[in-house]
């Protein structure tokens, strides 16, 4: 397969994925009354674990302060923890307390549900497809990281 046609075929799956995505953002009040983002961020810092403000950021593609902002209400709301690392006084690790952690699970069932009823039409034939397709997607996306 020709380099343009993979890059065409990604192009593709990204956007529709994005538009799936799309489908799937409910009102995040309904589950927890807080902000999509602030959602979002607790969630992957519950999957992720422990990081530092300088690194979620980054990889939540937010500036700092924007982080710091929403990190002070979770933080005010007893959802995450900030622990000072006690080698380098400069760093904060924040991390999810047991209260956030029940809200981030409550957060994922909502996600979860979303998916499966949004493919509730998809005959068994192509589950098993999809299934076996995302199963190589996700093992060679690992093996990139």
């Not at 927890?32 to 983002?37: A, E, H, M, T």
């Not at 969630?43 to 980054?58: E, M, T």
């Not at 760093?91 to 998916?115: D, M, P």
Request: include cysteine.
């Amino acid at each position: 397969m020709p380099r343009k046609e993979f890059v065409n075929l990604m192009e593709e799956n990204v956007m529709l994925l994005d538009r799936l995505a799309d489908r799937l953002h409910v009102n995040p009040a309904h589950v927890s009354g807080y902000p999509r983002n602030q959602m979002v961020v607790l969630v992957r810092l519950y999957l992720g674990g422990r990081g530092r403000l300088k690194d979620i950021a980054r990889r939540e593609g937010v500036s700092t302060p924007n982080l710091c902002a929403s990190f002070r209400k979770l933080e005010r709301d007893g959802l995450i923890r900030r622990i000072m690392d006690e080698n380098d006084r400069r760093n904060v690790w924040y991390s999810v307390t047991e209260a956030g952690c029940e809200l981030a699970q409550r957060v994922l069932e909502n996600f979860r549900a979303g998916i499966a009823s949004m493919f509730t039409t998809l005959s068994s034939a192509d589950e098993r497809t999809m299934s076996g397709a995302l199963k190589t997607i996700n093992s060679i996306l690992k093996n990139m990281e």
